[in-house]
């Protein structure tokens, strides 16, 4: 499956904006599960709220609506992709118009992935460079996993995903309209984790991170 977006932004922001990521910290505030290799393991999770306030745009929603498809093993990881999918469409309206409102943002996105992608938003309000291209956002593999709320097993609410995302279509320009090199890794494997919310009723991004620090795809 591959989505294709345009995308304006500084070649700084872009760099880290099209991997989708949010740096792994010590502390992750409980926001995701330690992996397991195992389809039917139960992990503790609680992707939870965001802690960032939100702000409202223009009013305009865009069209972005939550993904509220019910968890299953034949449809948490579509339901995982897709809301991906939206929070990448989401980010890139946003970078055009140069919006760091969280409305439509928290839709889709929690925890480390709504923090990463809001504070690369504001990198880029206050750049001027541009990138101007295709970016392609592909799932490479996934799996649905269980999480542990008050005691009870749910099963398929989480989902841990591998995404490419292809800059290869990508050009960039500095402040004067002059194309400049482009980063060295333009397909870059991301790391995603997903779970459906049982209190919101739809699914969130709560963690996206470049794989091994950066692996082509």
Not at 5 to 31: E, F, H, K, V
Not at 49 to 56: H, K, M, Q, R, T
Not at 128 to 147: L, R
């Amino acid at each position: 499956m591959t989505t294709k977006y345009m995308m304006t932004a500084s070649a700084a922001a872009l760099a880290r904006l099209i991997s989708g990521c949010s740096q792994a910290s010590d502390d992750d505030n409980g926001t995701s599960p330690t992996p397991t290799p195992t389809v039917s393991a139960s992990v503790d999770s609680s992707v939870s709220a965001s802690p960032v306030a939100s702000e409202s745009g223009s009013g305009e929603s865009g069209g972005f609506e939550p993904v509220t498809t019910k968890p299953g093993p034949d449809a948490s990881v579509d339901a995982a992709f897709e809301t991906f999918e939206r929070l990448v469409a989401v980010r890139d309206k946003q970078m055009h118009a140069k919006d760091t409102s969280t409305e439509d943002l928290a839709k889709f996105a929690v925890g480390d992935a709504l923090v990463a992608t809001l504070n690369s938003l504001k990198e880029e309000k206050s750049s001027k460079g541009k990138a101007i291209g295709n970016v392609s956002v592909e799932q490479i593999s996934g799996y649905s996993t269980s999480v542990t709320e008050a005691k009870k097993e749910l099963k398929d609410h989480y989902v841990y995903l591998e995404v490419c995302n292809d800059t290869s279509d990508t050009d960039f320009t500095d402040s004067n309209g002059k194309k400049i090199e482009k980063p060295k890794l333009l397909r870059a494997v991301v790391d995603v984790q997903a779970k459906y919310d049982t209190e919101l009723k739809h699914w969130v991004v709560g963690k996206m991170d470049f794989k091994d620090g950066g692996v082509p795809c």
